[in-house]
């Protein structure tokens, strides 16, 4: 395979991947709105969980809220990006009040740690300009 066979990939993802990146974000997609709205709209369900990590129940609607407005940002395809950014952050901000609690391991990391990866897996399927930034093979663009 010659470099410019390599470039135009980058540039074009096939159908396959471009379908599984596709799928992949409306999984994260769901899964985070749905918790978004768990805590915008029935935080009474969050407040003994709320209250183990030290954050205040009246705290719940401003978390939701936050997750809301970065989801639906990765969500939007010209946004996607600054999306999957501020979700990162939200997803490592999750990791780390479970391991200040000495939970490592525990299920609400793991799943905040595939979520995460997922996010930008779904990027580099579909966005070839995550996949120029992120090469993941040994060879680059030049």
Sequence with gaps: MNT????SDLDNPSRAALWTGRILGAVVVLALLADAGVSLFA?????????ETGFPVGLSSVVGGILAVSTVLYAISRTSVLGA?????FLGGAICT???????????????ALLGVAVWASLYLRNSTVRALLP????QRG
């Design 4 to 7: 410019t066979t390599m470039i």
């Design 43 to 51: 935080s009474h369900l969050l407040a003994r969980n709320m209250e």
């Design 85 to 89: 950014i501020l979700l990162t952050g």
């Design 98 to 112: 479970h391991l200040r609690m000495g939970e490592l391991g525990s299920p609400p990391q793991i799943v905040s």
């Design 136 to 139: 993941l093979t040994g060879q």
